[in-house]
């Protein structure tokens, strides 16, 4: 199975080449600048179809929250105009097409976990440009296969997981924000379900995916750090702050836990605990 994953640098990205190295029956292509620029969509259909796939993966973002206040245009180009212009390209020459978006299309502000059916209202730029980009790729293609998808870490790129081991080493003491709910997410596990669900992908729909568990970012560090320690690595302490501590560019949802119960119905399985995709993470990086 040929497929084509728009986004090259990304975790995301990264994460389908690696995993696809593994599988034998895909053969996966990551392409971004300056061979594909989602900010250029008149160049995106001859792209696309140079390479013949049998699937099309949008893994390209604009993932930059807090700057994205600052520059919408190029927030909104990328991920609300760039995206339906790659479902495009797909819709055009008939290819399946899997958009991944964001928890943060939500606000917040209910107390349960988000079901795929609950009022989507962002409360920044880069989750107003994720929304708008889910509405052009419905407008544009006609069975897109969008999922939301939270808090993503892995063991390479930037990604929060990768910060905290860095400010470990470097400091005894790490303020984090300890009133932000999420699902950190595994780009390794995203990718592994990716490829087990494009064989055959004929239908599409929003669906959350995330790994299992939720916590705030306060106890994803703690979660970090202790498995960090065990394995000798940086181990500090970390102490516990409010949002208001810690004033951002960008507002951030207070909860945006996700369930995952519609995409485990559809498609027969879930991914692991947060907690093992995160110490399998520490493990790589600490060990090489």
Known sequence: MRVLVLGRSGQLATALAERAEANPAVSLTCLGRPDIDLAQAASLADVIAAHRPHLVVNAA????????????????????????????????????????????????????????????????????????GEA??????????????????????ANFLRTMLRLGAERAEIAVVDDQHGNPTSALDLADAILRIAPGLATGGTYHLCNEGSTTWCGFARHIFATSSALGGPGPAVRAITTADYPTAARRPANSRLSTEAFAERFGFRLGPWQDATDAAVRRLLRG
């Open 136 to 157: 052009a790729v419905r407008a544009a293609h006609p069975s897109p296969l969008i999922l939301r998808t939270s808090w993503v870490f892995s063991p390479f790129g």
């Open 61 to 132: 973002a604009y993932t930059a929250v807090d700057r994205a206040e600052a520059e919408p245009d190029a927030a909104f180009a990328i991920n609300a105009r760039g995206a339906g212009a790659a479902a495009t390209a797909a819709a055009h020459l008939g290819l399946p097409f899997i958009h991944v978006s964001t928890d943060y299309v939500y606000s917040g502000a209910k107390p349960e976990p988000y079901v795929e059916t609950d009022a989507t209202a962002p409360l920044g730029v880069y989750g107003r440009s994720k929304l708008a």
